[in-house]
């Protein structure tokens, strides 16, 4: 089966860089996903990495190294409105299956 | 407007009254999931189909039978609802499995009492 592990929660304040870490154990690995949710919303998809190497959309990138089994999320410039929940996932594909396995999350909290 | 569609959005329901939670998409997604998330849990995966007649069992499918007729249609049905499937649920399409985006419905916020 899949695994990962995230920090449960990270606080920072407005303006600042904070980088959420995610490491993972799984067999068929395909991608790295990120994704954030507002208290109660719908997931929003963020990013996605199959390749090592870091990825940038806009404020947000995201890293990849699967030799080390581990990628992160990076936010820069940080805004009140980036307090949410983020979630990184995993792709496997194995066997004929394909699922898409979700960390348990982590809740940032930007303060003033 | 690209959209998943789940209903109800809430639900409060008696212990073994069978229920089904419907979800739509308009985007001709060819892969569609349940996910359940529960404090603490993050989100787990119940069910997904990677087209039409062809679902697999996710990470906590044991109380839960879907179906896949049409390509937009993905229905979590729950025949004898119990107290601990009381949850958030969420339904999600994306292109294919692979590295496309998920597009995640609303939510249903599920009560079994």
């Known amino acids: 089966g899949q695994s990962l592990e995230q920090p449960s929660e990270v606080t920072a304040v407005e303006g600042a860089i904070v980088q959420i870490n995610c490491t993972y154990q799984?067999?068929?690995?395909?991608?790295l996903s990120w994704y954030q949710q507002h208290d109660g919303g719908a997931p929003t998809f963020l990013s996605y990495?199959?390749?090592?190497g870091l990825e940038e959309t806009g404020r947000f990138s995201s890293f990849l190294s699967r030799s080390d089994s581990y990628g992160y999320l990076l936010l820069q410039e940080l805004q009140m409105k980036d307090s949410a929940s983020y979630f990184c996932?995993?792709?496997?594909?194995?066997?004929?299956?394909?699922?898409?396995?979700f960390g348990t999350g982590t809740q940032l909290k930007v303060e003033l | 407007e690209a959209q998943v569609t789940q209903n109800p959005r809430y639900l409060i329901t008696v212990t073994g009254k069978k229920l089904t939670v419907t979800c739509s998409q308009n985007?001709?997604?060819?892969?569609m999931s349940w996910y359940r998330q529960d404090p603490g849990l993050g989100l787990r995966q119940i069910y997904y189909s990677m087209n039409v007649e062809v679902t697999d069992k996710g990470d906590v499918p044991e109380g839960y039978k879907v179906s896949r007729k049409e390509k937009r249609n993905f229905p979590l049905i729950l025949e004898s609802p119990s107290p601990n499937q009381t949850s958030l649920y969420f339904c999600?399409?994306?292109?294919?499995?692979?590295?496309?985006?998920?597009?995640f419905g609303q939510g249903t916020r599920l009560t079994v009492v």
């Open positions: 996932a995993v792709r496997a594909i194995t066997g004929g299956g394909n699922k898409l396995t």
């Open positions: 985007m001709n997604h060819e892969y």
């Open positions: 799984t067999s068929g690995f395909y991608g």
């Open positions: 990495n199959a390749l090592d």
């Open positions: 999600a399409s994306s292109l294919t499995g692979g590295d496309t985006e998920a597009f």
